[in-house]
């Protein structure tokens, strides 16, 4: 809110305005209740001495109806609001679990009645389990094939190997035959866990645990990625081409570089820099940013800070030799 004090006025519950009386910038808060008809006149006297309004929508069904009427208090506070000189509104729209965009519509109509300008007046969420309509939902790239980077890799009594990781983009399922780079063993998924549930299905953002069969927890690490063998299944880098960027280095950075790079959750060591061509000097998997993003991006680490990012633009991979097959994967083959 700037240097320069200001008075703001509320009505309702506490916590909000407690917080940003903690961040600063004002000198007085009014106060005054909302279901209390007896305090009208408290409300008025502080809404005449202050700079902004914050606005409480009771947003519920029923209450926004009774709020909005035509003897609602919703429309009161704002058109007292306005009438004694508060040209600055934020309107907070609390308990919102179901209409944001239709009450945002509706009280901007009213707003732009009483003479506010709905443009420059904020409507902030503040209180909704649910969230429908507040913001929009990511993209998951399911249709993609599948792309799992390892986080750890478990062997639990009673079940077996048990590898965890998040899915980044595709699905993986129980009975799939999978892949993982860089080393190309391939193998099948017996079943899939999210919260100690069984999943038909795991889908992109999911957090998952998932057995497989005939695999040792010695034969897979963190940062190996799990793969559809059967759609573009993942494999070793042997070099890449990456736009960096450098954000803080003490001295020059020519061929023989070998800082640390950090793509999803692999660690390795790198070869070259420079557009830059990297050769890693460790098996990984990288992909390249415009097909799979989460695997696309990487940061450089020298003297424990973060040295540059990039984004990689293409890739050459090796084709694995020698790779383990499980025998539950040879017979799906």
């Not at 208090?73 to 509104?89: D, I, K, N, P």
């Not at 383990?324 to 799906?332: E, N, R, Y």
Request: charged share 25%; proline share 6%; with cysteine.
């Amino acid at each position: 809110m700037g240097k320069e004090s200001h008075h703001i006025v509320h009505w309702i519950s506490e916590s909000p305005w407690a917080l940003i009386y903690k961040l600063g910038g004002m000198t007085t808060v009014m106060r005054g209740r909302k279901e209390a008809a007896d305090e009208q006149e408290n409300m008025i006297t502080g809404t005449s001495q202050a700079d902004c309004a914050v606005l409480i929508i009771d947003s519920t069904t029923g209450g926004f109806e009774a709020g909005i009427s035509k003897d609602g208090q919703t429309r009161e506070h704002a058109l007292l609001a306005f009438t004694l000189g508060v040209r600055q509104m934020i309107c907070c729209c609390n308990k919102v679990s179901f209409w944001y965009d239709e009450i945002v519509k509706e009280v901007s109509s009213y707003l732009k009645k009483v003479g506010y300008n709905p443009d420059k007046i904020p409507f902030v969420p503040i209180s909704g389990f649910e969230g429908d309509n507040m913001i929009e939902r990511a993209k998951r790239p399911s249709d993609k094939p599948l792309r799992l980077p390892l986080q750890d890799v478990y062997k639990i009594g009673g079940i077996g190997t048990v590898p965890v990781g998040r899915v980044e983009t595709g699905i993986i399922k129980p009975g799939m035959v999978v892949t993982f780079g860089p080393t190309g063993l391939t193998t099948e998924v017996k079943s899939v866990e999210m919260h100690h549930e069984a999943l038909q299905e795991a889908l992109p953002g999911d957090n998952v645990g998932f057995n497989v069969k005939n695999v040792a927890v010695k034969d897979l690490k963190r940062g190996f990625v799990a793969s559809n063998s059967k759609d573009d299944p993942a494999k070793e880098a042997a070099n890449f081409t990456a736009q960096v960027i450098i954000m803080n280095h003490p001295g020059q950075i020519g061929n023989g570089y070998a800082p640390v790079l950090d793509c999803h959750t692999s660690h390795i060591a790198n070869g070259d820099a420079g557009m830059v061509k990297m050769i890693p000097t460790k098996p990984m998997v990288v992909e390249t940013f415009s097909e799979y993003p989460p695997l696309g991006r990487f940061a450089v680490r020298d003297m424990r800070q973060t040295v540059a990012v990039g984004v990689i633009k293409s890739v050459e991979k090796k084709d694995p030799s020698g790779a383990k097959v499980t025998k539950s994967a040879a017979k799906k083959k």
